[in-house]
């Protein structure tokens, strides 16, 4: 969808002023839990953290689900990274605690090391992304943020219950042409 004589620019001030209303409120709607949502600003992103969880450690062989520290969005421009990035940080990360965690997974990054994001410091970066998700559109839409330094790109996590674990991910990218390229993504 493109958006007329508004410039690239014009666009990414405006979403970036008015997403992070709208994303509250749709947080605030997921299914009932405490929060405690703190804002930190790491590279050229910025992330919306919803630090509460459960004070008792959770057990597998309850009915009832984990409440975990989760990521409500991350929005920023685009600054590709050529250098190695941390995996031996992402081998020791317990991302959720949640049943059925074995199997077609990745470690993902809400926002990609090589377009600016970070794990060493920043593990609410990184969650329990589905592998074919992982290595395909959300790969891709990388990509073009890694080729197009200085895009406005936003990853929001879309929960369904009170773990760390998103049903959904809605990936977006403002183009230089101020299209919007946005897709919401499987990842359950």
Known sequence: MAYGYASGRAIDEFLKEQLP??????????PARPSDVVVFTYGTFEYWFDAYQQPEPYC????KLP???????????????????DDFRLRGLNLSAMP?????????????HAIGGVVDGNEANVFLQLRNTNRGRYRAMELYCRRHSGVLCFSRPIYVDTSAHPA???FGIVKPSGELWVETLPNR
């Open 100 to 112: 059925g965690t074995q199997g077609p997974w990745d470690r993902g990054h809400f926002i990609g």
């Open 21 to 30: 209303l709208f994303w509250q409120d749709a947080y605030d709607a997921m």
């Open 67 to 85: 409440i975990e520290a989760r990521l409500v969005f991350a929005i920023g421009t685009s600054k590709p990274k050529h250098s190695r990035r």
């Open 168 to 170: 959904q991910v809605d």
């Open 60 to 63: 597998p062989n309850s009915r």
